[in-house]
């Protein structure tokens, strides 16, 4: 499915905004129930998490924009957050929040491959929301694995350890970082440190080192 240049636009002025926006809540988005109807589901899934702000228009514009690029499967923001966006340094730096929210996942993930098995299930986190889902995979029981898990901008340190994660995923790993991404993934992590406590730039600004993952 093709979007015009018009939409494609408006989907990151909307995202951009969103951004802006955040801290008067997320209730002003359009819902997204649509993206996680029965037989949407029975195509696939494909797990939304959020930065460590938490559920915002930023994650309903990737969802929305999933569905633009002709993803017919179930898109489904999974909520991994207090939701209360002033706690975002806890969101950030709280192992024991990590391991709840990861086990919770990856028990989503369990259940929803009980129910429709042999189905495509996709890890997508943003973020923060990136860190948490390599946390999940590794939740994973043995019998279950991922097709893929996309990482945009994780706040993660480039030496977090991945193998674990690799092998609960069927396609692999990829990871969309910028250089450009100093204040919040390079300055940001650097004061207040990565999801996994270290005070350094984050992968999600200078990639994975040593790693056999997609690096874009």
Known sequence: MEISILQGVCRGLS??????????????????DSFAT?????RGCVFVLS???????IEFGVARGLNDAGVRSGIVIFEWTTGLWPLFLFHLRAKFWHRRMAKKLANAIVEYQSKYPGRP????????????????????????????IILLGPAVSPIFPLDSALTKTEQGIWNFHSILDCLFLGIGTILAGTMD????????????????????
Request: aromatic share 8%; glycine share 16%.
């Open 38 to 42: 029965p037989d949407r589901l029975d």
């Open 15 to 32: 995202s951009f905004v969103g951004m802006l926006l955040f801290p008067i809540g997320w209730w002003w988005c359009r819902s997204i």
């Open 51 to 57: 930065g460590i702000q938490g559920k915002s228009p």
């Open 121 to 148: 299930v996709f890890l997508l986190g943003h973020s923060g929301g990136a860190g948490l889902s390599l946390m999940a995979a590794n939740e994973l029981p043995d019998g279950n694995k991922l097709s893929g």
């Open 197 to 216: 406590g270290k005070h350094r730039p984050s992968a999600g600004m200078v990639c994975f080192k040593g790693t056999s993952i997609k690096d874009k």
